[in-house]
C-alpha cells in the first residue's frame, strides 16, 4: 500500500472511530484496528492523537475549501454564491454524517486545539464569505457599510448553529435546502417584508 493510502485509511478510519467514540475516549489502538494498521504504523505518521485531529481537520475543510471555490466560480451573482456556500455547508452535514460530528462536537472539546491550534484553515473557509461580501459591495448589490469581518462571522454563526441541530438532532423539521435558503434569505432581507 503507497503511504498517501496508507495516511488517507487512518485519516478514514479516525473520522469514523472519533465520532463513535469521542475524542477523549478514543485511542491510538482503536484507530489502528478500524484502519487496519499496527499500532506502530500510526505513529510513522502522527505524533499523537491531537496531531491526527489537526491533520484531519486542516485536510478535510481544503478539500470543502476546493469544491465551494469550484461551485462559485461558475457564478457572478453574490447571492448565488451566498447560497451556494450555505447549501454546501448544510449539505455536508448529511453526506459526511462521522466528519461533521468530529469537527461540529469533537473538535470544540479539545481545549488544547481550541486554544493552540492557529486555525489557518478556518479562516480560510470562512474567508470565502468575506470575498463574497466585498465582491457584492463592488457591484453595489451589498450595502458599502457591511463590515465583511462581522458579517461572515455571523452567516458562518447561523449555517453553525443549523449543523449542529441537524448533527445532535435524529428528526429535522426543514430540509437541507429550506435551511440554507432561510439562512441566506434572513442574512439578505432581515426580517421585514420583502417589497
Given at each position: 500500500m503507497r503511504t498517501s493510502d496508507k495516511h488517507q485509511k487512518i485519516i478514514q478510519a479516525a473520522i469514523k472511530v472519533l465520532a463513535n467514540k469521542g475524542f477523549f475516549n478514543a485511542r491510538i489502538s482503536d484507530i489502528a484496528k478500524e484502519a487496519q494498521v499496527a499500532d506502530g504504523t500510526i505513529y510513522l505518521y502522527?505524533?499523537?492523537?491531537?496531531?491526527?485531529?489537526?491533520?484531519?481537520?486542516?485536510?478535510?475543510?481544503?478539500?470543502?475549501?476546493?469544491?465551494?471555490?469550484?461551485l462559485i466560480e461558475k457564478e457572478t451573482d453574490p447571492?448565488?454564491?451566498?447560497?451556494?456556500?450555505?447549501?454546501?455547508?448544510?449539505?455536508?452535514?448529511?453526506?459526511?454524517?462521522?466528519?461533521?460530528?468530529?469537527?461540529?462536537?469533537?473538535?470544540?472539546?479539545?481545549?488544547?486545539?481550541?486554544k493552540e491550534y492557529r486555525n489557518t484553515k478556518f479562516i480560510e473557509y470562512i474567508d470565502i464569505v468575506s470575498h463574497i461580501i466585498h465582491l457584492g459591495q463592488e457591484k453595489n448589490i451589498f450595502r458599502k457599510d457591511l463590515l465583511p469581518g462581522v458579517a461572515k462571522r455571523a452567516f458562518f454563526g447561523a449555517l453553525d448553529e443549523m449543523s449542529r441541530l441537524w448533527i445532535l438532532s435524529s428528526s429535522h423539521r426543514y430540509t437541507i435546502e429550506q435551511s440554507a435558503n432561510q439562512i441566506v434569505d434572513?442574512?439578505?432581507?432581515?426580517m421585514t417584508e420583502k417589497t
Open positions: 502522527f505524533n499523537n492523537k491531537y496531531d491526527i485531529l489537526i491533520t484531519l481537520f486542516e485536510e478535510e475543510i481544503g478539500k470543502i475549501i476546493v469544491l465551494v471555490k469550484q447571492k448565488i454564491m451566498l447560497e451556494i456556500f450555505a447549501l454546501q455547508h448544510i449539505k455536508m452535514m448529511e453526506e459526511k454524517k462521522e466528519l461533521a460530528e468530529v469537527l461540529q462536537v469533537e473538535l470544540r472539546q479539545s481545549n488544547k486545539f481550541m434572513i442574512f439578505l432581507y432581515g
